[in-house]
């Protein structure tokens, strides 16, 4: 099982700068993850991260228009039923969103990737969250200094 290290930085996201910091720090971890598992080319990374990274970003803008749609519907006491409605549109089809860019990524990496790096993409994606989620309990279980 490949070792990760995380900063605590994450811990104390009380600051859109700490955020930032701590986000750029997990974006370029997850780049040396995955080019490592992946076992990337020189050749290979560039196109790669430029479609990894657009995919990525544009699932994390599905999350955050639904979440905002949600957060509208349930928090303003003046909410329309036409908010809820479009709430509930944006939680019952956010897997679908995502997944429709996921495919288009996949297309666009058959052209990049091998078969077996194709293979491992969402194993090593897994391995990546798994091991960022265990560094955090671990960090919350620490007691602050």
């Not at 104390?12 to 080019?35: G, P, S």
């Amino acid at each position: 099982m490949t070792q990760l290290s995380f900063t605590a930085v994450a811990q104390d996201n009380d600051n859109d700068a700490q955020r930032d910091r701590w986000f750029k720090e997990m974006h370029a971890k997850k780049h040396d993850f995955l080019a490592k598992e992946l076992e990337l080319t020189p050749e290979q990374t560039e196109p790669f991260f430029a479609i990894y990274d657009k995919m990525d970003a544009d699932i994390r803008a599905v999350g955050a228009r639904t979440r905002a749609l949600e957060k509208k519907a349930f928090d303003d006491a003046n909410a329309s039923e036409a908010d809820v409605d479009a709430a509930i549109e944006a939680v019952y089809s956010q897997r679908y969103q995502e997944w429709s860019i996921e495919n288009e990524a996949k297309a666009k990496f058959e052209k990049i990737l091998t078969k077996k790096q194709m293979l491992k993409l969402k194993h090593a994606e897994f391995k990546f969250n798994r091991a960022l989620m265990k560094q955090h309990n671990q960090n919350r279980r620490q007691p602050k200094k």
